[in-house]
């Protein structure tokens, strides 16, 4: 098994995959492996925060998958805080074989399906796509929070 991540992504460290409950485990980059690769097999390639991959890089793992027999399994989000879909993202969903979404709660107990961006406990709008942090930047909302920028209980009205 192989472990990759874009190389981006270094909030736990350079080629360090870490869990929020503090689980890790050593990694490769994933634009590394891809432009380097040699042709060895692997039983399954686990790839975190894909949708900060570029769509050619998607296209690649797809190779991985259909030229080379190799499971490729991938973790990351969908869309931004704008609720507009990664590049990366968009081509895994269009390519993947099954795709399982991972439930996430807003705090109002319903089906969050969105990431919204925290700056000083508010949710912000605008800024780049591309904004690496973890639960002190961003919340998961529901639709109806999203749209009324209502992060938690203390500042909502009535639901």
């Not at 869990?19 to 890790?24: D, K, Q, T, V, Y």
């Not at 609720?83 to 590049?87: R, V």
């Not at 203390?154 to 639901?159: G, I, L, M, Q």
């Given at each position: 098994m192989l472990l990759l991540k874009p190389k981006c992504e270094n909030r736990d460290g350079e080629k360090i995959i870490q869990?929020?409950?503090?689980?890790?485990e050593?990694?490769?980059?994933?634009?590394?492996?891809?432009?380097?690769?040699?042709?060895?097999?692997?039983?399954?390639?686990?790839v975190d925060e894909v949708q900060f991959l570029s769509p050619e890089m998607i296209d690649k793992l797809s190779d991985l998958v259909d030229f080379h027999g190799i499971t490729v399994i991938c973790y990351g989000l969908r869309t931004d805080f704008q609720?507009?879909?990664?590049?990366g993202a968009q081509r895994l969903m269009e390519l993947a074989?099954?795709?399982?979404?991972?439930?996430?709660?807003?705090?109002?107990?319903?089906?969050?399906?969105?990431?919204?961006?925290?700056?000083?406990?508010?949710?912000?709008?605008e800024g780049e796509q591309v904004q690496l942090g973890g639960n002190e930047s961003y919340i998961s909302l529901c639709r109806k929070h999203y749209k009324e920028r209502i992060v938690s209980n203390?500042?909502?009205?009535?639901?």
């Open positions: 869990s929020r409950i503090g689980l890790e050593p990694c490769e980059f994933a634009e590394n492996f891809l432009v380097g690769y040699n042709g060895e097999h692997y039983d399954c390639i686990i609720s507009h879909l990664f590049p074989d099954d795709i399982e979404q991972i439930k996430t709660i807003c705090w109002c107990g319903k089906r969050a399906h969105f990431n919204a961006r925290l700056l000083n406990g508010e949710m912000v709008t203390s500042t909502a009205k009535t639901c």
